[in-house]
């Protein structure tokens, strides 16, 4: 049996993979990947802490299912955005969109 330590590890370097990848990246399509890394840490962590704590219950599992459902919507909502921009100005450089400004 794998131990907990080892999930939980993967876990955060996993996160922190994508948490480097949102802050350095210039890209939108970089960072909206960076973003799911870090919500596929998080689901890593619910469904292993269900694994190793009470089996009886569904929590960890049905938050996971939650993630994954906000993970999706975000990929659609982002990706409608990323192209929108890109028609506009040509560049999906996160730097260089500044629709909200005057």
Wanted: glycine letters at 6%; a neutral charge; hydrophobic letters at 65%.
């Amino acid at each position: 049996m794998i131990p907990l330590s080892w999930f939980l590890i993967l876990s955060a370097a996993l996160f922190s993979i994508g948490l480097f990848g949102v802050l350095s990246r210039k890209n939108a399509v970089a960072i909206l990947l960076g973003i799911e890394l870090m919500l596929n840490a998080a689901n890593i962590n619910l469904v292993s802490f269900w694994r190793y704590g009470d089996v009886s219950q569904m929590a960890g599992q049905v938050f996971a299912i939650i993630v994954f459902a906000v993970a999706a919507s975000e990929v659609a909502v982002g990706l409608a955005l990323v192209i929108s921009v890109y028609r506009r100005r040509n560049t999906v450089i996160a730097d260089e969109i500044d629709l909200m400004k005057w």
